[in-house]
Nanobody
Framework: QVQLVESGGGLVQAGGSLRLSCAAS????????IGWYRQAPGKGREWVAS???????NYIDSVKDRFTISRDNAKNTVYLQMNSLKPEDTAVYYC???????WGQGTQVTVSS
């Protein structure tokens, strides 16, 4: 059983930064690939970034060079550093461990123009 708890969302002006955190339970965190997803109002859930067990990363084109996904296995935590935020980044952000079918509860990110 894996449970995910997210934090770090909030309201920020365009051009600002936020760092999202996702803390996981369990003893095998370091073995999991983990992804960040987002869902804007009235839209479907969209993949944003992922990090593998060996640390390799991938991003949706719209956030490349602005967002950075990372992990701290000693803390069972994955992060999403978001810089140069745009209003179109406004969404509920979720972390996900595909191999466990686990999702976080989501954290709201709102970017004002």
């Amino acid at each position: 059983q894996v449970q995910l708890v997210e934090s770090g969302g909030g309201l920020v002006q365009a051009g600002g930064s936020l760092r999202l955190s996702c803390a996981a339970s369990g003893s095998t965190f370091r073995l999991y690939a983990i992804g960040w997803y987002r869902q804007a109002p009235g839209k479907g859930r969209e993949w944003v970034a992922s990090i593998s067990s060996d640390g390799s990363t991938n991003y949706i084109d719209s956030v490349k060079d602005r967002f950075t996904i990372s992990r701290d296995n000693a803390k069972n935590t994955v992060y999403l550093q978001m810089n140069s935020l745009k209003p179109e980044d406004t969404a509920v952000y979720y972390c996900h461990i595909p191999s466990r079918g686990a999702w976080g509860q989501g954290t709201q990110v709102t970017v004002s123009s």
